[in-house]
């Protein structure tokens, strides 16, 4: 029989004071975050982009060695990569983009899914950037490949062109998945971290790019919350090399796939343009507008 236990006192709740005090759960100054990343050692060579088919090309990455997958896969919607959507200008694109067959969609994308859990550490987390098209193809393959969808993100911006006989399409899906639902990283950054990101793309007006790329804010989100300094991180679809970009920006290690080989110049200057940490802030740094307002309400610094 168990032993009464004197009751503990209900701590009274006082609106806005959780925020006020909010902390990320792990956060790094710049100094103790370069030492995170220059003390990690790997057993294979990083820092690295393949230009050869990630489905082939994942098999020879070591296993249980990524820490997070960023991925943004081609969608499959059949369009031009010349074609004038979204004000592009067509000389600005570059050349290569290949999309996948609408038919050869579902094989294509269990494919290249079924080659992570091998790769993902236990604590990993991949992060994958749909269309609604063939949303149902990348949600039955992490399905059955044992990946546990975690958050289902809505990114918000405005981008879609106009319709007469149909909603206008203005976001695309971020679905977080993990390989151990029990045990996974995710570093609370934010104290109210919402599932609806509304982040703008940046057209780069005059600047040769691929026919698509992420802002690198959304990548950056996604590293933040799922990754530490040191950690490796691989991007099957690497288009523009924007997440070994931000990775390399951020203290953290990257390796990439790419098919389309006149992506080389555009992603070798991106990197040239960053030094390892030049975008690295403290956590407790950023602004946080709950936690700022809350913290200016109890006068706390």
């Known amino acids: 029989m168990k032993t009464d236990q004197p009751s503990k006192p209900k701590r009274s709740y006082i609106p806005h004071k959780a925020a006020a005090e909010f902390k990320p759960s792990m956060d790094w100054t710049k100094e103790q975050a370069f030492e995170e990343y220059n003390s990690r050692i790997f057993a294979q060579e990083v820092d690295k982009i393949y230009f050869e088919d990630c489905i082939s090309g994942m098999e020879n990455i070591q296993s249980e060695s990524i820490d997070i997958i960023i991925a943004d896969p081609p969608f499959g919607l059949r369009f031009n990569e010349k074609e004038a959507l979204y004000n592009r200008d067509s000389q600005l694109v570059a050349d290569g983009y290949l999309d996948v067959k609408i038919e050869d969609y579902t094989e294509f994308t269990y494919s290249w899914i079924s080659k992570l859990p091998r790769i993902m550490k236990e604590d990993a987390g991949v992060w994958i950037f749909s269309g609604w098209t063939h949303l149902i193809d990348v949600l039955n393959a992490l399905k059955d490949n044992k990946l546990t969808l975690i958050n289902h993100i809505i990114w918000k911006y405005q981008f879609g062109v106009f319709t007469r006989r149909k909603f206008v399409t203005s976001h695309y899906h971020i679905l977080f998945a ?70 390399k920006g951020s203290y953290r290690y990257y390796l990439g796939f790419e098919i389309n080989t006149t992506l080389k110049d555009i992603i070798s200057k991106g990197l040239e343009k960053i030094q390892v940490g030049d975008d690295y802030i403290p956590y407790c740094n950023r602004p946080d507008e709950l936690v700022d307002k809350a913290k200016k309400k109890f006068k706390i610094k």
């Open 178 to 247: 993990v390989k151990n639902e029990k045990d996974y990283f995710f570093n609370k950054i934010e104290h109210y971290p919402e599932d609806v990101w509304h982040i703008n793309r940046e057209y780069n007006r005059g600047v040769k790019k691929n026919a698509t790329k992420l802002p690198p804010d959304v990548v950056r989100r996604c590293i933040d919350f799922g990754s530490v300094p040191g950690d490796l991180i691989l991007d099957p679809f690497i288009g523009n090399g924007t997440t070994a970009i931000v990775a």
